[in-house]
């Protein structure tokens, strides 16, 4: 298991300020956000800025982890940019490593209680788009989210088991905000986690707040064990929430840094080698 960090923490950071120093504070590898907010958007990463990424990582010697390309393709409105942003984000990741591809990380896209209204048609919509990033090679991992449609591990199995090739992206934060154990959400569904996110929750959806790890007490060691116990052996990736970000005076870097040693710290309780 390894120790990433998501660039969604830092949106307004230069990659060549933002990867040297992660890299510097032990990190191995990086995730990039290509939305539109951030400075890695697909709108602003053109040949040049591809370039300059591709040699930064590579310099670094990071592992580039996964783009996260969160969109509702269930939302009419706002569903042809959530296509378009995941097929960027797909041909992205073949440009950028085609040897090994980061994973693609988006959500499902509408609300808890349409779950039942709308599966048939994220079965459609991830079919295809997963047929497509299969033919480059790519990954699409769903991240089950509080106030999605999906949300609970019976619903990400429900759409996995009848979309070839889909994948999760495991962010224990919106189990815990539902009052989950680890045993009862991320474990059963560890066969098709291939990244996952890890910070802090205090309270229970909807009246939760997110947290950057070191900010609560959490027993990160404890979840490292039991993710490692059911077979997950991938990038473990410190994510500063937005909700973190929204707070006067936030210092990505000086979140970074907490994330990185509550972690690091958790690793070595759990006798988990970073590797």
Not at 80 to 102: M, Q
Not at 219 to 227: E, K, P, Q, S, T
Request: proline share 7%; glycine share 10%; charged share 20%.
């Amino acid at each position: 298991m390894k120790l990433g960090y998501t660039l969604w923490g830092m949106p307004d950071v230069p990659v060549g300020e933002s990867i040297p120093r992660l890299a510097a504070m032990g990190y191995q590898g990086v995730e990039l956000s290509v939305l539109p907010r951030w400075n890695t958007s697909l709108e602003r990463l053109g040949p040049a800025e591809r370039r300059l990424l591709r040699s930064v990582v590579a310099t670094q010697g990071l592992e580039l982890t996964a783009i996260s390309a969160h969109g509702s393709l269930l939302d009419p409105v706002r569903h042809d940019d959530a296509a378009w942003r995941l097929r960027g984000a797909v041909d992205l990741a073949a440009e950028l490593d085609p040897t090994r591809p980061p994973v693609v990380v988006t959500g499902s896209g509408g609300t808890p209680e349409q779950w039942d209204a709308v599966k048939q048609q994220l079965v459609d919509e991830f079919s295809t788009h997963c047929t497509y990033a299969g033919e480059r090679g790519v990954t699409i991992a769903i991240e089950p989210h509080v106030g999605a449609a999906i949300d609970e591990p019976h619903e990400m199995r429900w759409l996995i088991e009848r979309v070839p090739g889909l994948r999760i992206n495991g962010d224990y934060s919106h189990f815990l905000g539902l009052g989950l154990s680890v045993a009862d959400s991320m474990a059963p569904l560890t066969p098709w986690i291939v990244h996952t996110h890890v910070k802090g929750t205090r309270g229970r959806w909807p009246d939760h707040e997110f947290l950057t790890p070191g900010e609560d007490d959490f027993d990160y060691a404890a979840y490292l064990r039991a993710i490692r116990d059911a077979g997950y052996a991938g990038f473990s990736t410190v994510e500063v929430s937005v909700m973190v970000q929204r707070r006067p005076g936030y210092d990505p870097f000086a979140h970074a840094r907490l994330g990185y040693h509550t972690l690091a710290a958790a690793f070595e309780r759990a006798g988990i080698a970073r590797a």
